[in-house]
């Protein structure tokens, strides 16, 4: 492992005999991937990830938000469908020869035909391929890309077990029952291959603790300093009152994000969404505390103000809108137009890119109890899938796709009113939107 500190590499007798320092420069080393189980992490695959994460140390991040990526990245290495190709036609061969080669003996020993025994073990090895793949392509410890990946090699296996078996069995052994076989056999392959590799949303596992993640971070920050850019807890913040100047509440913003989580709207305003997307950033529950009321009656002067409501997409989140609509802390009888940036179960359903869905007990409770003034502007599908607990959490995205994401989202509302498909509810003078599409 190297050194982050000088780049010397040490391997674990160097590391044992430095007492976990680097035999160099004496810098401790945070992680020993020997002892660490399954889910091995070094030092440079730390570093990598932080730089990742911040882009170069460009954004700031939240801790959940580097416990996805971590989780993600273990993910990947659960499944590598590199050199699968090569790996499944040597086995084809090795398999049929050797294990073939020790059923002769067998079906020798019975008086039945030793051609049969290659056969049979080429068989039985094509039935536990087909089945190691359909099982990864329904694995919850797997990523979306990766189950895609096990669906388009089950193609790939029924395509090689139609063109080789039919050529044996019509051509080599002119067996009839096991032209049938092979023909059944691939094509079952394929057709599992073609409907599985559309199936996006199924609930994933997380592959690491977050509390595991949390004590990583501990750890890293206890042997090299403070993260730069990880973000606090946004209550350690400073919530006494700050005076603005008579002057700057004279100015409204046009737009307002208000966000269901006080994590994402400190992820937003750490990272200057607001400077540069000229809009304020509120979250339900009022943070941050020390200019809340002040650009509360900044935004409610303004007639032409926008609000853009950004949720996880949760039975909770979801009743964000409503909120936002009836609450008299926020626009009860106004006639501000509210939109609906997400992200809702219509978008997770139909995401054309991986998203992290997850799955609870509590989500599927929650899902089941909505009122009806959200129920009802969900559709059988979307509220289906809530029910099942099925929900998914803004910082399942990783900093930089997240603000471009939102940026799109308002992008794509600045000419509503000439798309009339976006309008979900409207009342009095309120108008409700959402988008069609989160990334």
């Known amino acids: 492992m190297k050194c982050i500190n000088c780049g010397t590499d040490n391997n674990l007798k160097d590391r044992t005999a430095n007492y976990g320092k680097c035999s160099n420069c004496g810098h401790a080393f945070v992680f020993e991937p020997t002892s660490m189980g399954t889910t091995k992490l070094t030092d440079p695959m730390f570093a ?3 730089s990742d994460i911040s882009v170069n140390n460009t954004l700031f991040f939240t801790p ?5 990526l ?10 590598v469908n590199s050199g699968f190709g090569c790996t499944y036609i040597f086995l084809n061969v090795w398999i049929t020869v050797f294990f073939g080669g020790i059923g002769t003996i067998f079906v020798a020993a019975f008086g039945l035909n030793t051609i049969y025994a290659p056969v049979m073990a080429n068989l039985i090895y094509q039935i536990a391929t087909i089945r190691y793949l359909v099982k990864n392509t329904n694995s ?17 296996v029924g395509g090689f077990i139609l063109v080789a078996g039919l ?4 051509s080599v052994l002119n067996s009839f029952p096991l032209f049938v076989i092979v023909v059944l056999l691939g094509m079952f392959s394929i057709y599992k291959g073609f409907v599985l590799q559309n199936q996006t949303t199924i609930a994933q596992e997380f592959i690491i603790g977050e509390s595991a993640c949390q004590d990583w971070l501990n ?22 009152t700050i005076p603005i100047n008579p002057d700057v509440t004279a100015y409204s913003f046009d737009r307002l994000i208000v966000c269901d989580s006080a994590d994402i709207a400190q992820f937003l305003i750490a990272n200057n969404f607001h400077f540069e997307n000229n809009c304020a ?11 809340f009321q002040t650009t509360m009656d900044m935004l409610r002067r303004n007639p032409e103000l926008k609000v853009y409501a950004l949720h996880n997409c949760t039975p909770r989140g979801l009743g964000l809108i409503n909120r936002l609509r009836t609450s008299s802390n926020w626009f009860q009888n106004s006639n501000f137009t509210i939109i609906d940036i997400g992200i809702t179960p219509r ?19 929650e899902a089941s109890q909505l009122p009806s003034e959200i129920s009802n502007n969900l559709s059988p599908d979307e509220l289906q899938w809530l029910q099942a607990g099925n929900f998914v959490n803004l910082e399942s995205f990783r900093p930089q796709q997240l603000i471009q994401i939102i940026q799109r989202g308002i992008a794509n509302t600045l000419s509503l009113e000439s798309d009339s498909s976006l309008l979900i509810a409207s009342s009095s003078d309120t108008y409700i939107y959402s988008t069609q599409s989160f990334g």
């Open 48 to 50: 990598k990830a932080i």
């Open 64 to 68: 959940k938000q580097m416990f996805y």
């Open 70 to 79: 971590l989780d993600s990245r273990f993910r990947k290495k659960a499944f």
């Open 140 to 156: 919850p410890k797997l990523s979306n890309a990766s189950r895609k990946d096990s669906a388009k090699l089950l193609i790939f």
């Open 167 to 170: 050529f044996v069995s019509a």
């Open 219 to 240: 750890r890293w920050q206890g042997v090299n300093g403070n993260i730069q850019k990880l973000l606090p807890a946004p209550q350690n913040l400073n919530n006494q």
């Open 281 to 291: 950033i509120l979250s339900v529950t009022g943070y941050p505390e020390s200019i």
């Open 347 to 365: 978008q997770a359903i139909g995401a054309k890119k991986n998203i992290f869905i997850e799955t609870s007990p509590q989500s599927a409770s």
